[in-house]
């Protein structure tokens, strides 16, 4: 299926949000559930991209078939007005290659590669592994760096060496050094995205084109419209979302792992993605008045019941 028309500014879209996986009460994924969950974000929740198989959709304990069946999913249900970007990357360059060549031929629009994560490769090491994924397939990739879970950074001259490929066309940030960012965007033409919902507002006063988010399983519209209000020149009116915004991505983001807290956010608005996969662990109960409390300070209306 041919991509939504983007723009070289925003070639992922500008809204996205790292999909969780549905899964069934015996564990297997939930397909129907998957397209369910793709048309409400892109639908209700206002995203023009969607990122299939990350590590908040669980990819660690996904199987490749899985994974695959998930992203036609995806592309069926909103491949036409949502770009379906697929996480496709791991700690070993051939598993990461075959990811990406699958995911070409299940008709991603692009490819999302995280740093390999505990092996802390050289940045030698970096720099083979992206350029070995970025030319197995023909799709535009997006580099996630995330050194608190990868262990190891994408320094700043890997990152300049990575933009001179055709098909590394932006970043996934979630190193927070909005600095070193800036002069990467300044040198080249990699377009960054932000990957820390905290930081969103922070991201777009630097030259983020969007972000990828985890609380746009619950606010996705919100975050689109404190982008648009920042692109059209009212920043007092951005600032104003990101603050009410506050108390939701502290209740999705610093209690349990977007992965836990996003499902039990879902199944609170009575949307719910089934349980997670081991090592994962369902919220607490804790966790769950927290997180109510958190989401209807941030504006988030709960069916009747739910408070």
Known sequence: MTAPTTTSDAPFGRMLTAMVTPFA???SVDYEGV???????VDEQRNDGLVVSGTTGESPTTSDEEKERLLRAVVETVGDRA??????GSNDTRHSVELARAAERAGAHGLLVVTPYYSKPPQEGLYRHFTAVADATGLPVM????PGRAGVPIATETLLRLAAHERIVAVKDAKADLFAASQVMAGTDLVFYSGDDALNLPWLSVGAAGCVSVVGHVVGADIAAMMERYRAGDVSGALAVHRRLLPVVSGIMT?????IMAKAALALLGRSAGAVRPPLAEATEPQLARLREDLI???VKLPDGIA
């Open 83 to 88: 770009v379906v970007v697929a996480g496709a």
């Open 255 to 259: 209690q349990a792992g977007g992965a």
């Open 297 to 299: 300070a941030g504006g």
């Open 143 to 146: 580099l996630y760096d995330i």
């Open 35 to 41: 397209r369910r969950l793709a048309a409400y974000l």
């Open 25 to 27: 009460e015996d564990g």
